[in-house]
């Protein structure tokens, strides 16, 4: 089993930055592909980034290529989001999850292991 930690989030002006952090228990992180999710008021969980085990694959959703970067740390078993040129747009609670395999997808139902997610707001 994997247990996930995130934190960094918190209140930010529009164009600002924010870097999530997501902690992961157990001896075998680096098995598994990870992911970035947020969700919105009232609005579905989405996909927002996924990597590869190792991390030498990323893909990320329209909404935030160019302004969001994702990386790992296989030895302190943790992933990070880094987020800049943030908009209102991008407020929402951002959760970090596994997936045991090697690749990332990005449904929802495709990942087996979840933080209790991250708060990021986003002020105009």
């Known amino acids: 089993q994997v247990q996930l930690v995130e934190s960094g989030g918190g209140l930010v002006q529009a164009g600002g930055s924010l870097r999530l952090s997501c902690a992961a228990s157990g001896r075998t992180f680096s098995s598994y592909a990870m992911g970035w999710f947020r969700q919105a008021p009232g609005k579905g969980r989405e996909f927002v980034v996924g990597?590869?085990?190792?991390?030498?694959?990323?893909y990320y959703a329209d909404s935030v290529k160019g302004r969001f970067t994702i990386s790992r740390n296989n030895f302190q078993n943790t992933v990070y989001l880094q987020m800049n040129s943030l908009k209102p747009e991008d407020t929402a609670v951002y959760y970090c999850a596994a997936r045991s395999g090697g690749y990332y997808y990005t449904g929802v139902n495709e990942y087996d292991y979840w933080g209790q997610g991250t708060q990021v707001t986003v002020s105009s």
């Open positions: 990597t590869t085990r190792s991390g030498d694959s990323t």
